[in-house]
Structure formats: structure tokens, C-alpha cells
């Protein structure tokens, strides 16, 4: 099963995010060149498992519950726009995040991802840049920095992280070829005031 451990942004933050990038989509719907992420999709990953197998998902539950039972919410709000692996050949259009508390985002990654790799999981990529996928290219890489100026003034409301979510991801099986995504669990954050 592929699976990520997220933070997932509110539905007022969504909301933003839609209102934002509606015009900006409809001015480059000929193009065809950027497959932009459905709303529901939008999320920050902390860490990916390619491949998890199903009966280790019990354990991972257990012990993502004890990690984020210790950690405390975070406020958040996505801020700015950015491209992977650069502005020239991009694969990738991204909005920023903006920490509360610098290098927390990053904190939590390396702990969830400790998290995983002590159930079984095998993970995926190393380096973690705090992100949320706006948009990914169609045909290889493309130009994106006259997209990143109109982008980069994207801003959003700040928003109180309650929690971590555990997502099951079903390549092309929702609409258009897009993934499927199904919460498998929510790992509530410990109160404000808790030791992390």
C-alpha cells in the first residue's frame, strides 16, 4: 500500500488556495503543460512509503499516536510559491510554508519518519523542504519562472495544526488519472503546553 504521513491544510485554507489559483489555472488552461492538484489533494508531506505492507499498518498506528500525542500544534500558513528542481526545468510548482516555530515542520518529518522506519517501512526521498504541491508538469520539464511571479504573491490565513494524518494514495484511480487518496488514520497533536 502507498502511503504518506501529512499535515493537511483546513477548508478555509483550501478555499484560499482555490480562489488564488482559479484565474491563474483558467489564463493557462490551453497550455496543457501543468496537471494542477485537485483541492482535496493539498497537503504538506512529512514522509512517503512507496510500499507498506498491510499487516505492519496496525503497528504504524500505535506508534504514530505515541509521537504526535507528545508533540504540540503548530501554527501554519502557506505563503509564497517556489518550482523543483529549479525555476528553469521545473517538474514541480510549490507553495511555501511559513512555521510558527522555524524547523518544526522539519522536526516532526525526521520523527514520523523514525516512526515508520521502526514499524518495517521502507521510505522514500531523503531531503524534506516543507511544501504544498500546487501543480506538476505534463511531458517532462518546462519553464516555470514567468509562473512563479504570478504565484508568488499567494497568502493564506494562518491555521492551528491539530493533527497528522496517515493517507493511503491509489495512482490513477480518481477522476481525470489523478490518485486516489483514502485517510487511513488522524493522529491527534498534544495539547498546547505538553512537552514535544
Known amino acids: 500500500m502507498r502511503v504518506f504521513v501529512a499535515v493537511v491544510p483546513p477548508a478555509p485554507v483550501v478555499e484560499a488556495v482555490e480562489e488564488f489559483l482559479q484565474p491563474r489555472r483558467d489564463a493557462l488552461a490551453t497550455q496543457g503543460r501543468w496537471r494542477w492538484t485537485r483541492a482535496e489533494h493539498l497537503h504538506l508531506t512529512l514522509a512517503f512509503v512507496p510500499d507498506l505492507d498491510a499487516w505492519r499498518e496496525e503497528k504504524l498506528i500505535g506508534?504514530?499516536?505515541?509521537?504526535?500525542?507528545?508533540?504540540?500544534?503548530?501554527?501554519l500558513r502557506l505563503r509564497r510559491a517556489g518550482a523543483f528542481p529549479d525555476p528553469g526545468a521545473a517538474r514541480v510548482l510549490w507553495a511555501g510554508v511559513e512555521e510558527e516555530h522555524p524547523?518544526?515542520?522539519?522536526?516532526?518529518?525526521?520523527?514520523?519518519?523514525?516512526?515508520?522506519?521502526?514499524?518495517?517501512?521502507?521510505?522514500?526521498?531523503?531531503?524534506?523542504?516543507?511544501?504544498v504541491?500546487?501543480?506538476r508538469s505534463v511531458g517532462g520539464r518546462h519553464p516555470a519562472g514567468h509562473l512563479l511571479q504570478s504565484l508568488d504573491t499567494l497568502l493564506t490565513p494562518?491555521?492551528?495544526?491539530?493533527?497528522?494524518v496517515l493517507v493511503a494514495s491509489w495512482l490513477g484511480e480518481g477522476p481525470n488519472g489523478t490518485p486516489r487518496h483514502e485517510v487511513r488514520h488522524r493522529w491527534p497533536l498534544g495539547r498546547e503546553g505538553t512537552d514535544g
Open 63 to 75: 506508534a504514530g499516536a505515541e509521537y504526535a500525542a507528545r508533540q504540540r500544534p503548530l501554527n
Open 103 to 131: 524547523d518544526t515542520l522539519a522536526g516532526w518529518a525526521a520523527g514520523i519518519r523514525r516512526v515508520l522506519s521502526h514499524a518495517g517501512a521502507r521510505l522514500e526521498g531523503t531531503r524534506f523542504t516543507p511544501h
Open 133 to 135: 504541491t500546487l501543480a
Open 158 to 164: 494562518v491555521w492551528t495544526v491539530p493533527e497528522l
